[in-house]
Structures are given as structure tokens and as C-alpha cells.
């Protein structure tokens, strides 16, 4: 059997060149080998197939395409024309965007070659002063009214009992800002905002334990134009599950005695609450009393009808 390849060329024909691989290394010079002795070339399986040959005449020239494609030109004919670069839509747009630039052009060089419209006179009013003179004692009673309770509230508060323990708040003086009483809530941010909007004006306190009984004492003294605010100072903040009623001799005012213990706020401790309230003029005179057992109701009218005495 011949060992000859398939396809050796045949005696007196040379050999048919094979390609030349771009991606192979160079390597050294190899002693050269007879065409009957060079092996076929392996097909590569992964390679795709071939592009099926263009129509056309045999031997046409190929034009380059728009994307790098071959395109067969019929023989006897030139090249294929080139399609426009800007088609209708982009002509379309480029009107649209410089339409209003030319628009505005115009406007503005139509604008600037009118003369400027003269502004109004500025016209001011002509001061005038009233002939007459003022009334002093209406000017005044048109103004702000003074206190009703003026000087120092500390001096018309009820001194602390004999042996008892001072709690007064504050810097001790006896003067509380609204911080201070804020600071005696659970809600103390909404306590301070309602006294500031209720016209606040000042207040003074006095505090003492007794035994395991906590008392407070306040004078709190609204602006001459919050008299209503003060009339709405005058109330018991809370009267569920307790016994209301008027300080002795005083109408016009409220005693409240807790019958269930409450709880302090952010604490499981409890307490018994009485409270005693009056009002002078713009004035609000609060009594009230924590205690650990239920609260004396004899004890807290007492010291609420002595307050209002030294009050009124």
C-alpha cells in the first residue's frame, strides 16, 4: 500500500501553498521537507461555516459595504450610491430645537430697537398729624392694664410648717421659670409650650415634705391680656375617680381628692393626689399634695384656705 498522502501532488505539479496561521509564534527556520512528505491539515471542528458565495456574475468586482461587508457589483456597473447621512427625522428635529433659539433671537433684537417705557412717579402719602391733643387718661386706659397683684408674689406665700423638710424647687429663692414647673410633668415639653402660649408672666413657689407627704404651693401670675388664659389655669387637671368640690368660704374655686392611687410618671411608684385651686384677678393659686396614703381632706382645705386669705 502507498503511504503517500491523498492529496501529494502529482510528479512534475508543485505543491499547493497552505495557509499561513496569524496568531502562530515565529519559530526557527525548519530544514525543508519534500511536498510528498508534508501531512494533510486537520480540519478545525469549532470553525463556522463558510458564507455561501455571493450571486453574481464570476469574476464581478465587490464593492466594500456600509459595515465592512463585500458587496457584488453586476459587472459593467459602478459603485453603489451611498444613502444620505441625515434623514427626514433628524432634519425634522434639528428644526424644532433651533426654532425657538431663532424665535428668541428675533424677539429680543425686536424688543431692543423699541424705546424704553417710561415708569410711574412714585407717589408717598403726605404725613398728617391730628390738630387735636391726646387724651392722656384714654391713651392709658387704651394701653395694657397694670397687675392686679404686683411686688413680689414671694411675700404672699403661706410660710412652710414648723419641722418639715424644704423641697423647693427652682434655685431655692422661691422664683420658678417654666422650665422649672415643666420639669414636675411627665410631659414637660408640652407643659412648657402650653405655659409660654397662655401668657406666663412669672411665678413663685414653696414646698415642703412631711413625712412621707410631698406639698407644693405656686402663685402663677399671667400677662393682663391672658386673664382668660388664667380663668383656664383655674381648673383640676384630672377629676376621674375623685371627690370634687369648693374651698370653704371661696365659691369660686376647686378642691379635688383622689380616690385610687396614680402612678408617677416613668415609675411603677404610686401616690394619692388632692388638689386645691382659685383664681385673683390674673392670679392662680394652686395647693397640691402627693402622699403615699390617701390624702387628709381636712388637712389640704386648711392650707388652701389660708392661701387664699393671704391671696386675697
Known amino acids: 500500500m502507498s503511504t503517500e498522502s491523498a492529496d501529494a501532488a502529482e510528479p512534475g505539479t508543485a505543491a499547493a501553498a497552505q495557509p499561513v496561521n496569524p496568531f ?10 519534500p511536498p510528498s512528505a508534508v501531512p494533510p491539515q486537520p480540519v478545525n471542528p469549532f470553525a463556522p461555516p463558510s ?5 453574481g456574475v464570476p469574476g464581478a468586482p465587490v464593492a466594500p ?7 457584488v457589483i453586476e459587472a459593467g456597473a459602478g459603485p453603489g450610491r451611498k444613502e444620505p447621512r441625515f434623514k427626514v427625522g433628524t432634519l425634522f428635529l434639528a428644526a424644532v430645537l433651533a426654532g425657538p433659539v431663532v424665535g428668541a433671537g428675533v ?11 417710561p415708569l410711574p412717579v412714585i407717589a408717598a402719602p403726605k404725613l398728617s398729624y391730628p390738630a387735636e391733643r391726646v387724651d392722656a387718661k384714654a391713651l392709658a386706659a387704651a394701653g395694657p392694664q397694670p397687675l392686679d397683684i404686683d411686688g413680689d408674689l414671694r411675700a404672699l406665700l403661706i410660710e412652710r410648717p414648723a419641722g418639715s423638710e424644704d ?9 420658678l421659670s417654666p422650665a422649672d414647673m ?3 410633668y411627665g410631659d414637660s415639653a408640652h407643659e412648657f409650650t402650653s405655659m409660654l402660649s397662655e401668657g406666663f408672666r412669672r411665678a413663685a413657689s414653696v414646698s415642703w415634705e412631711s413625712g412621707d407627704d410631698l406639698y407644693r404651693v405656686s402663685l402663677v401670675q399671667y400677662a393682663p391680656e391672658a386673664t382668660l388664659k388664667a380663668i383656664t389655669g383655674a381648673a383640676p387637671r384630672s377629676t376621674v375617680d375623685a371627690d370634687v368640690s369648693a374651698i370653704p368660704g371661696n365659691p369660686d374655686s376647686y378642691l379635688v381628692v383622689g380616690r385610687q392611687p396614680l402612678h408617677y410618671a416613668r415609675s411603677t ?5 388632692g388638689e386645691a385651686l382659685a383664681r385673683k384677678g390674673n392670679v392662680v393659686m394652686t395647693v397640691e399634695v ?4 390617701p390624702v387628709d381632706r381636712a388637712q389640704l382645705e386648711d392650707i388652701a384656705r389660708r392661701q387664699w386669705e393671704k391671696l386675697a
Open 51 to 55: 458564507p455561501p458565495p455571493a450571486p
Open 107 to 117: 424677539g429680543y433684537a425686536i424688543q431692543a430697537s423699541r424705546p424704553p417705557t
Open 65 to 71: 459595504g456600509r459595515f465592512g461587508a463585500s458587496e
Open 167 to 175: 423641697r423647693t424647687g427652682g434655685d431655692g429663692d422661691g422664683w
Open 182 to 184: 415643666a420639669e414636675n
Open 269 to 273: 411608684d404610686t401616690y394619692y393626689y
Open 290 to 293: 402627693y402622699a403615699e396614703n
Open 24 to 33: 502562530a509564534r515565529p519559530s526557527a527556520a525548519a530544514p525543508s521537507v
